[in-house]
T-cell receptor, first 117, second 111 residues
Framework: AQKVTQAQTEISVVEKEDVTLDCVYETRDTTYYLFWYKQPPSGELVFLIR??????QNEISGRYSWNFQKSTSSFNFTITASQVVDSAVYFCALSEWGNTGFQKLVFGTGTRLLVSP | NAGVTQTPKFRVLKTGQSMTLLCAQD?????MYWYRQDPGMGLRLIHYSVGEGTTAKGEVPDGYNVSRLKKQNFLLGLESAAPSQTSVYFCASRPGTTEAFFGQGTRLTVV
């Protein structure tokens, strides 16, 4: 069965520090998708990135970067030079191949990031 | 652009009452999902649907039923609400392998 583990419950940093959020997943399939979402204090869920299991290239988008390593089943998320506006709960998610397509989409328990000025 | 709309946004129920949460999407997406979010538990999948007329159980389906009679709508029912079902409920839809689009959430309190 598919599973996503975010072992860090809460992380506190001071503005401008770099921070890495860990995500470890379990799946029996060779084809799957991984996602990161952000949930700011306002409560909505904001999509950040999608990565398929065949693409292990790291990705950088502004201050955000993602490190996907199939060998360790990890998809970690780094924020460089954190800002107060980065304060949110961040979720990692996994979509596994089902009988007719990528059906189930399961989430980790989330990591709450607090960035103080 | 409406996207994914959840109705209602807030609700207070008494134990034993029933209710239906409506999720409507206007993006012609095949897959739809219902999650509940509780402190420290993340988003847990209740039920999901891979197309009109189909439903499947997720991680925490007990106490809930769903229906997908029309492609654009995914209904979540609580037949006999319990305080343990106090939660924030999120609906989501996705066309396939891309990201899921979420509604704004429904805050349900069962007293």
């Amino acid at each position: 069965a598919q599973k996503v583990t975010q072992a860090q419950t809460e992380i506190s940093v001071v503005e401008k520090e770099d921070v890495t959020l860990d995500c470890v997943y379990e799946t029996r399939d060779t084809t799957y998708y991984l996602f990161w979402y952000k949930q700011p204090p306002s409560g909505e869920l904001v999509f950040l990135i999608r990565r398929n299991s065949f693409d292990e290239q790291n990705e950088i988008s502004g201050r955000y970067s993602w490190n996907f390593q199939k060998s360790t089943s990890s998809f970690n998320f780094t924020i460089t030079a954190s800002q107060v506006v980065d304060s949110a709960v961040y979720f990692c998610a996994l979509s596994e191949w089902g009988n007719t397509g990528f059906q189930k989409l399961v989430f980790g328990t989330g990591t709450r990031l607090l960035v103080s000025p | 652009n409406a996207g994914v709309t959840q109705t209602p946004k807030f609700r207070v129920l008494k134990t034993g009452q029933s209710m239906t949460l409506l999720c409507a999407q206007d993006m012609n997406h095949e897959y739809m999902y219902w999650y509940r979010q509780d402190p420290g538990m993340g988003l847990r999948l209740i039920h999901y649907s891979v197309g009109e007329g189909t439903t499947a159980k997720g991680e925490v389906p007990d106490g809930y039923n769903v229906s997908r009679l029309k492609k654009q709508n995914f209904l979540l029912g609580l037949e006999s609400a319990a305080p343990s079902q106090t939660s924030v409920y999120f609906c989501a839809s996705r066309p396939g392998t891309t990201e899921a689009f979420f509604g704004q959430g429904t805050r349900l309190t069962v007293v």
